[in-house]
């Protein structure tokens, strides 16, 4: 499935909710979910700069796709990374780069965010397209 087709389903998801408790719900259920980084990928390296919590996330090409994994300190921001990296991750790295996040606007999540957390939000996508920009350069 390719990221808009994704974002699509995310936007669906979070337009059953009627209120933004049952959606921060969600997005903690979505925490739980989360593909858990390796413990020797928890490291300062990749600490995501910018955010309040701690935020993991480690990149790794398989074939010609970037898989992400990650963990947080925080459950709302571990449910926001998960998030991201259902968009992102197998995909291939020029996919990722060409993106756009509307998404997160349609969902109304930077608005329904601490002035922090949305800064951590901003932090985590221009992470994870720094991943795929490193290694689109790879690949090419």
Same mark, same amino acid.
């Given at each position: 499935?390719?990221?808009?087709?994704?974002?699509?389903?995310?936007?669906?998801?979070?337009?059953?909710?009627?209120?933004?408790?049952?959606?921060?719900?969600?997005?903690?259920?979505?925490?739980?979910?989360?593909?858990?980084?390796? *413990?020797?990928?928890?490291?300062?390296?990749?600490?995501?700069?910018?955010?309040?919590?701690?935020?993991?996330?480690?990149? *790794?090409?398989?074939?010609?796709?970037?898989?992400? +994994?990650?963990?947080?300190?925080?459950?709302? +921001?571990?449910?926001?990374?998960?998030?991201?990296?259902?968009?992102?991750?197998?995909?291939?790295?020029?996919?990722?780069?060409?993106?756009?996040?509307?998404?997160?606007?349609?969902?109304?999540?930077?608005?329904?965010?601490?002035? +922090?957390?949305?800064?951590?939000?901003?932090?985590?996508?221009?992470?994870?397209?720094?991943?795929?920009?490193?290694?689109? +350069?790879?690949?090419?």
């Amino acid at each position: 499935m390719g990221i808009k087709e994704i974002q699509e389903e995310i936007v669906d998801e979070f337009s059953m909710f009627e209120d933004w408790m049952q959606r921060y719900e969600y997005m903690i259920e979505l925490g739980k979910s989360l593909p858990l980084i390796d *413990e020797k990928y928890k490291i300062d390296g990749n600490i995501i700069k910018g955010c309040q919590s701690k935020v993991w996330v480690h990149a *790794e090409l398989e074939g010609d796709k970037l898989v992400f +994994t990650a963990d947080s300190d925080a459950i709302i +921001t571990k449910g926001i990374i998960a998030i991201l990296i259902r968009v992102f991750s197998n995909q291939k790295p020029q996919d990722i780069i060409d993106a756009d996040t509307e998404f997160i606007d349609e969902i109304g999540l930077k608005e329904h965010l601490s002035p +922090t957390r949305a800064n951590g939000l901003v932090s985590m996508v221009k992470q994870l397209k720094m991943y795929a920009i490193a290694y689109q +350069t790879q690949l090419n």
